[in-house]
């Protein structure tokens, strides 16, 4: 363990996740890129402890509660107001919960952490199980997952295992189906485990983290997913006028297939004859 001090506050940081975090944060500062970091774990693992101690250090102490936030919606709104190298806690993002992925909103929500990439900015999004997320955020979009744990079911706090793009994808081919972390079918980069400094407010934390209720967005038809799936693919032609499908497909994080079957919609009904008589 390596002792950090971030605005006064110190505490200590596992040496090769702090390794790893130099790291981040260089590439983010300079390379005009975007962290997007996947966190699960069971509650009562150290899920916001190790989150909180992580993203304080990437942004240099900017992190504070109205980072963090509960619903799809506010992260949304997060995402698009960001300044640069500003930290977004997404905390028990149970909105991706089971979100297929030709779900209505799939397209707004990868395009929205797709945008977010060229941001430059520090995005964790914590959640009980990472496979209840759509496999495109998993094996196209995030860079990192920590997956945190206890020793038992009642044992000790804070343990966790670090895996990179290379073990998102093993992890989903071997694992996703019986909802394991088998190290030896998915090997992750290196064990750590967190101390249990937490300088938020605890009680203002809980507090808003009990008041947050998912924001319910009406469905849309069939018709309105249409329309919205042809105007951002229309958009992505015009700014991006030579692209093919699979450009597109990369952009979206969605397959070629689902580009290649973007149809325009029918915004018009043809003509009732019946009743028309011949001349």
């Given at each position: 363990?390596?002792?950090?001090?971030?605005?006064?506050?110190?505490?200590?940081?596992?040496?090769?996740?702090?390794?790893?975090?130099?790291?981040?944060?260089?590439?983010?500062?300079?390379?005009?890129?975007?962290?997007?970091?996947?966190?699960?774990?069971?509650?009562?693992?150290?899920?916001?402890?190790?989150i909180w101690q992580?993203?304080?250090?990437?942004?240099?102490?900017?992190?504070?509660?109205?980072?963090?936030?509960?619903?799809?919606?506010?992260?949304?709104?997060?995402?698009?107001n960001a300044k640069?190298?500003?930290?977004?806690?997404?905390?028990?993002?149970?909105?991706?919960?089971?979100?297929?992925?030709?779900?209505?909103?799939?397209?707004?929500?990868?395009?929205?952490?797709?945008?977010?990439?060229?941001?430059?900015?520090?995005?964790?999004?914590?959640?009980?199980?990472?496979?209840?997320?759509?496999?495109?955020?998993?094996?196209?979009?995030?860079?990192?997952?920590?997956?945190?744990?206890?020793?038992?079911?009642?044992?000790?706090?804070?343990?966790y295992k670090v895996?990179?793009?290379?073990?998102?994808?093993?992890?989903?081919?071997?694992?996703?189906?019986?909802?394991?972390?088998?190290?030896?079918?998915?090997?992750?980069?290196?064990?750590?485990?967190?101390?249990?400094?937490?300088?938020?407010?605890?009680?203002?934390?809980?507090?808003?983290?009990?008041?947050?209720?998912?924001?319910?967005?009406?469905?849309?038809?069939?018709?309105?997913?249409?329309?919205?799936?042809?105007?951002?693919?229309?958009?992505?032609?015009?700014?991006?006028?030579?692209?093919?499908?699979?450009?597109?497909?990369?952009?979206?994080?969605?397959?070629?297939?689902?580009?290649?079957?973007?149809?325009?919609?029918?915004?018009?009904?043809?003509?009732?004859?019946?009743?028309?008589?011949?001349?």
């Amino acid at each position: 363990m390596t002792v950090v001090k971030v605005n006064e506050i110190q505490y200590y940081l596992d040496r090769y996740m702090l390794k790893n975090l130099d790291y981040v944060k260089d590439k983010v500062k300079h390379n005009k890129d975007s962290l997007i970091a996947l966190v699960d774990g069971r509650p009562g693992s150290g899920k916001s402890t190790g989150i909180w101690q992580f993203l304080n250090y990437l942004s240099d102490g900017r992190l504070t509660l109205d980072n963090c936030v509960f619903n799809l919606k506010d992260f949304k709104d997060k995402i698009d107001n960001a300044k640069p190298f500003e930290p977004i806690w997404l905390d028990e993002g149970f909105e991706f919960n089971k979100r297929k992925s030709r779900s209505q909103d799939n397209f707004d929500l990868l395009g929205t952490l797709q945008k977010a990439r060229a941001k430059q900015l520090f995005i964790f999004i914590a959640l009980p199980v990472v496979y209840d997320l759509d496999k495109n955020v998993i094996l196209s979009l995030a860079q990192m997952f920590i997956h945190f744990h206890r020793q038992g079911d009642f044992g000790k706090r804070g343990f966790y295992k670090v895996y990179d793009s290379n073990g998102m994808k093993r992890l989903w081919l071997f694992c996703s189906k019986d909802m394991t972390y088998n190290d030896k079918k998915a090997c992750p980069r290196f064990f750590a485990h967190t101390t249990k400094a937490f300088y938020f407010d605890q009680e203002a934390y809980e507090k808003k983290k009990f008041l947050a209720k998912p924001i319910e967005i009406p469905k849309e038809t069939k018709e309105q997913y249409n329309r919205k799936k042809w105007d951002m693919h229309q958009k992505f032609q015009k700014e991006n006028p030579n692209a093919t499908n699979k450009d597109e497909s990369n952009f979206f994080g969605v397959s070629l297939s689902t580009i290649a079957h973007i149809r325009k919609p029918t915004d018009f009904q043809m003509p009732d004859t019946s009743d028309t008589q011949p001349s």
